[in-house]
């Protein structure tokens, strides 16, 4: 095999794993759906370093009671305007529970009480909602780049060379 045929095969399967990757990521979402669980897209820096701006969480429904301290809760904050918040439950005052942010200083004013009470944090899939937070910010030159960006790594993952002689 010369070098451009080697060239050749490395391109395709560089481009077959990222390809693979992004795909897998952006579907996970729609595996927690069909598991019953709400994804909901990370806004805010408040969870930093646990949970980042552009994150998906997957939140599994889950009872009042079924919560234990430390675990990452979403729920919905009227503060916020009933804005769905992902926080830590750090205390647990009977069926309501005391929140904080982990990079916030220090509690939530309003406790969560069990019908704001969205679920827990099952699972969290990094970056996926970064585009949908672009979307957001009106910021089209970037999620124009990564559509662009992903449409030539799927042209890249054809057999046949782009160009031939």
């Not at 795909?23 to 709400?38: D, I, K, N, R, Y």
């Not at 970056?127 to 890249?156: C, H, K, T």
């Amino acid at each position: 095999m010369d070098d451009e045929s080697w060239w050749h095969v490395l391109r395709v399967a560089g481009c077959r794993t990222i390809v693979t990757m992004v795909t897998t990521l952006m579907c996970l979402p729609v595996a927690a759906v069909a598991w019953g669980w709400s994804p909901s897209v990370v806004v805010s820096g408040s969870m930093e370093p646990a949970l980042s701006r552009g994150d998906v969480v997957a939140v599994q429904p889950v009872g009042a009671h079924s919560v234990g301290g430390g675990a990452v809760i979403a729920f919905h904050d009227d503060t916020h305007g009933g804005r769905l918040t992902t926080h830590r439950a750090i205390e647990r005052q009977g069926t309501t529970y005391v929140t904080k942010g982990d990079a916030n200083r220090g509690p939530d004013t309003m406790p969560v009480t069990p019908d704001k009470l969205e679920g827990v944090v099952a699972a969290v899939i990094p970056w996926v909602g970064v585009p949908w937070l672009w979307q957001e910010d009106g910021r089209w030159e970037y999620l124009s780049a990564v559509v662009l960006g992903y449409a030539l790594l799927l042209r890249g993952c054809r057999e046949n060379p782009l160009f031939t002689r």
